[in-house]
């Protein structure tokens, strides 16, 4: 693998890459949940239904133990979560690294057409931002200007606690750097690890035909999945700080 995603094809001067194309199926698989949720809505939940509401129903009761605003914040843990969570798992998949995709410029072996998304840092970055982002403006909705500038900015005990407000200061762009590589850097490797495997043979039969990556695979999916959850939690508690006026 490479550090940068592939491109496939340029939509004018857009560049449309492996990641990109990834994230739109992961988008397109969502709603096709969606719908189908909304189809079998039943007051005796099954299948995709009781899937979905086991992870609302966490979401919701750990956000309320941690906050008061619990409507405002576990949409937003829940929707990490649900996105990465496909994202991650979906690169485990047949198919991805393998169909390759031929590129103007790519050569005779092409580009892989799929990458998971969650292993691109521009999408992990996105994220990242996007959460910090929101952490930061209901903060200011809900604890007021005066308040929310006090987080940073405040003169009692001086020095100390103008100090302490520089090191906030400091913590909330290192939030978003800690939140995009970790996310960023495990699904990477990940990949890298599994690529590795299924290029190995052993007196010219690959790997993968005595299942030796079955195992890696799981790790692999353990990963994605505690990942996803590391995300949506820092996310949760981000935001549960800043909402809080004290």
Known sequence: ???????????????????????????????????????????YP????NILEMVYEYFYSATK???????????????????IVISNVLGQFPGFETIRFHAAGSGEEGVPLFRTATSDLNVTLAFAVISIFMCHLYSV??????????RFLNFKMFPIFLFVGLLEFIGE???????????????????????????????????????????????????????AIVFAMLTMAFMSIMVEKH
């Not at 133990?65 to 996105?83: A, C, G, H, N, R």
């Open 1 to 43: 693998m490479t550090l940068a995603p592939s491109i496939l094809f340029h939509i004018g001067s857009f560049p449309v890459t492996n990641t990109l194309f990834t994230t739109v199926v992961v988008d397109v698989i969502i709603i096709a949940l969606v719908i189908a949720f909304n189809k079998t809505l039943s007051l």
């Open 173 to 227: 762009f290192t939030k978003v750097i800690s939140l995009s590589c970790r996310l960023f850097g495990n699904l990477f490797a990940g990949e890298s690890v599994m690529g590795t495997i299924s290029s190995m043979s052993i007196w010219g039969i690959p790997l993968p035909f005595f299942c030796v990556p079955i195992p890696f695979m799981m790790l692999e999916l353990m990963v994605a999945v505690i990942q």
């Open 65 to 83: 133990e941690v906050s008061s605003k619990v409507d405002i914040i576990y949409p937003w843990v829940t929707t990490f979560f649900i996105f």
């Open 46 to 49: 099954k299948g995709v239904q």
């Open 141 to 150: 909705k809900y604890t007021g200007v005066k308040g929310y500038i006090g």
